[in-house]
């Protein structure tokens, strides 16, 4: 999903929240806003480092790329802190009722009409949707602002506008290597890369896959690292009485 692409959500994702249509909405790449990979926190769903705008730079291991390490962009937003507080106390206790509370009325849940705070308690206790298990994967991701709009993961406001969302991966966490095979030598660190996938080959369930990087450079990487720009969001909008989720929608 392009940084174009998820401006153009915030029209959608509006105080009506009706129709999701889409407008190209001119606006700078995403390539300033990369950063250079700490190491990542020991601690269970670290929170997202605040810091200022990312720049490019290249790789200790010898890769040169963009990285797009989670920001807290919204920590100093009016009421966030407490909001995500809320939020994690909700979904690290699987309080679907303490969840709903925090969501809009009518929170669009899908692009086919699925809506509304009781759909989504009932999904929420759906096994097979394993929507908790979506939450937490988020929490960590960070936050990102736009319109004021506040969007988790921090990359889905954040990517090239050239990514190809139907092929386009984030590699996440900070050390993670790409190899020369399935189980080759490490070749360097793509720690918060995007990275780009066949979709076709793409088996979820295979322990490595192999992808292509911008600079055309091709290496395998530990599948269950890779996420996919299309994977599930959660946008919430400043309401009188504090942020409300006003979306939590997977797909494009």
């Known amino acids: 999903m392009s940084r174009r692409a998820g401006s153009a959500l ?36 670290p929170e997202p480092v605040e810091s200022p705008s990312p720049s490019a730079s290249a790789e200790p291991s010898g890769i040169a790329g963009i990285t797009y390490q989670p920001q807290d962009d919204c920590a100093k937003a009016p009421g966030w802190p407490a909001f995500r507080k809320s939020l994690v106390s909700a979904v690290r206790a699987r309080d679907g009722a303490a969840l709903a509370a925090l969501a809009s009325p009518d929170v669009t849940l899908d692009y086919g009409g699925g809506s509304g705070v009781g759909e989504l308690q009932k999904r929420l206790a759906d ?61 360097g660190n793509v720690g918060w890369f995007i990275v780009n996938i066949d979709p076709m080959a793409y088996q979820p369930d295979a322990k490595t896959t192999p992808v292509t990087l911008d600079n055309g450079d091709r290496g395998w990487v530990e599948t269950a690292k890779l996420r996919s720009l299309l994977d599930y969001r959660l946008i919430a909008e400043p309401k009188d009485d504090g942020w409300q989720i006003t979306a939590f929608i997977a797909g494009d």
């Open 10 to 45: 915030i029209a959608a994702f509006g105080l009506t929240l009706a129709g999701y249509e889409r407008e190209a909405v001119p606006v700078s790449t995403a390539s300033s806003r990369a950063t250079p990979v700490p190491e990542a926190s020991a601690a269970p769903l």
């Open 127 to 187: 096994p097979d949707r394993q929507l908790w298990a979506e939450l937490d994967a988020l929490l960590p991701l960070g936050c990102a602002v736009e319109g004021g709009l506040a969007a988790m993961p921090w990359v889905f406001w954040n990517v090239p506008d050239d990514a190809d969302s139907y092929t386009a991966m984030i590699v996440t966490g900070s050390d993670v290597p790409l190899r020369d095979g399935p189980k080759g030598k490490e070749l």
